[in-house]
């Protein structure tokens, strides 16, 4: 299991700015390793952010998207209180899911 | 259209089921996405980049706006914030041309959401970076910066 994200989720003016921070390698699949071996690629493919439930963004990402991957976004009719969850899958099949609250 | 379709049916199952679904309307940003869109993150150009997202071309617009670095020292970690006031925006991709693989990451934004994303990527070399915006008609809008890089961050 991966280590968890850093999720703040904050009012600005009438929005909810989400700031998400991600453990992950985001290894491309390019680089070689010191016998010259390519060290094969593991990354994140899919991150998904609800609130209550509805889905506020969903994110496709290749590998070029940088090592522990930082991410934030807007959305309106938020409230302090509500509950904001990320999720994200990479291309092992590892998952993860951590939740916040609006402050 | 017709042409891009058959591109998609040749690609792997997943792609093919997305494609059709998006041909057909039938696909809400919204929903949860399942499926990786391998084709789309093994173009090297715009123009397939735009094809493979289930687009014909794309358009420059002066409404998206790029804001990141002229220069960037690290190329491993770039900061890009993307915005576009386009009328229903309902995706915003970050493409950066001269990396290997030209699309970095793709933003579906459901309504309610504002289009407007902040995220890193890595850079191989000094590059131009593009912000390709889908809307709800169907149409692609672009716009691009050029970053220069002093330390690349995709070799090794």
């Known amino acids: 299991m991966a280590d968890p994200m850093k999720i703040r989720a904050n009012m600005v003016g009438d929005k909810v700015e989400v700031k998400v921070l991600m453990a992950h390698e985001m290894e491309t699949g390019q680089r070689k390793d010191a016998k010259g071996a390519t060290i094969p690629a593991w990354f994140i493919q899919n991150v998904t952010a609800t609130h209550n439930g509805k889905t506020v963004l969903s994110a496709e990402w290749g590998p070029a998207v940088a090592k522990n ?14 509950k904001v969850q990320i999720t994200w899958t ?13 402050a | 259209m017709d042409g891009g379709r058959r591109s ?30 391998k084709n789309a993150f093994e173009t090297k150009s715009l123009n ?13 617009s002066k409404e998206i706006t790029i804001t990141s670095p002229d220069i ?34 793709n933003f579906a934004i459901p309504q309610g959401t504002e289009p407007w994303i ?17 809307t ?14 002093t330390l690349g961050g995709c070799g090794g």
């Open chain 1, 69 to 82: 991957p930082f991410l934030s976004f807007r959305f309106a009719g938020g409230k302090p209180g509500d």
């Open chain 1, 90 to 102: 990479d291309n092992k099949g590892d998952k993860r899911t951590d939740e916040a609250t609006v």
């Open chain 2, 8 to 37: 998609v049916l040749k690609g792997t199952g997943g792609a093919a089921v997305l494609g059709l679904a998006m041909a057909a309307g039938l696909f809400r940003p919204g929903s949860a996405w399942a499926e990786w869109n």
């Open chain 2, 48 to 60: 397939d980049a735009v094809k493979a997202l289930g687009g014909a071309s794309a358009t420059e």
């Open chain 2, 72 to 105: 960037a020292e690290n190329g491993a970690v770039v900061p890009f914030t993307i915005a576009s006031k386009l009328p229903n925006t309902e995706a915003v991709a970050l493409l950066v041309e001269k990396n290997p693989n030209i699309l970095a990451a």
């Open chain 2, 118 to 134: 902040n995220t890193r990527v890595k850079m191989g070399q000094t590059s131009n970076v593009i912000a390709l915006v889908k």
């Open chain 2, 136 to 149: 709800s008609d169907g149409k692609f809008h672009y716009a691009s910066k050029e970053v220069k890089v």
